[in-house]
Nanobody, 124 residues
Framework: VQLQASGGGLVQAGGSLRLSCVAS????????VAWFRQAPGKERDFVAV???????YYSDSVKGRFTISRDNAKTTVYLQMNSLKPEDTAVYYC???????????????????WGQGTLVTVSS
C-alpha cells in the first residue's frame, strides 16, 4: 500500500489541525495505521494508532488532545489535533502494516509502509 500524508502547516499554540493519510491499494481495512512524528534532532516517536479492528491507542503526550479515526470507504486515516503546543512541532508520518501485533503498535520498525511526512509547526 502507498501512503500520502497531508494537512500540515503553521498554527498558533492552542489551535487545531487535521492531518490526512490517504492509502492506495487494496484491502485497506485490513491495515493497522499509525502516526509517528519526528522533531529536529530527535528520534521518531509514536503518536497514535488505529488497528484494523478499530481499537485506538495514543501516546501519553497527546492523549486527550489528538483523535485518530479512519474511513475505510475513502481509504483514509485522520489525525485531529487540538490544543496544539509548541512541543508538537515535528514532521508527522503515517505508517501502515497488516502484520503489527498489539505489543508493537508503537514501534516504528513494526511498520513496512510509510508516507512522505507532513510538517506541523506550532508557534508560541
Amino acid at each position: 500500500v502507498q501512503l500520502q500524508a497531508s494537512g500540515g502547516g503553521l498554527v498558533q499554540a492552542g489551535g487545531s489541525l487535521r492531518l490526512s493519510c490517504v492509502a492506495s491499494g487494496s484491502t485497506f481495512s485490513r491495515y493497522t495505521v499509525a502516526w509517528f512524528r519526528q522533531a529536529p534532532g530527535k528520534e521518531r516517536d509514536f503518536v497514535a494508532v488505529i488497528r484494523w479492528s478499530g481499537s485506538l491507542y495514543y501516546s501519553d503526550s497527546v492523549k486527550g488532545r489528538f483523535t485518530i479515526s479512519r474511513d475505510n470507504a475513502k481509504t483514509t486515516v485522520y489525525l485531529q489535533m487540538n490544543s496544539l503546543k509548541p512541543e508538537d512541532t515535528a514532521v508527522y508520518y503515517c505508517a501502515a502494516s497488516t502484520r503489527v501485533i498489539l505489543s508493537t503498535v508503537g514501534v516504528s520498525s513494526a511498520y513496512d509502509n510509510w508516507g512522505q511526512g507532513t510538517l506541523v509547526t506550532v508557534s508560541s
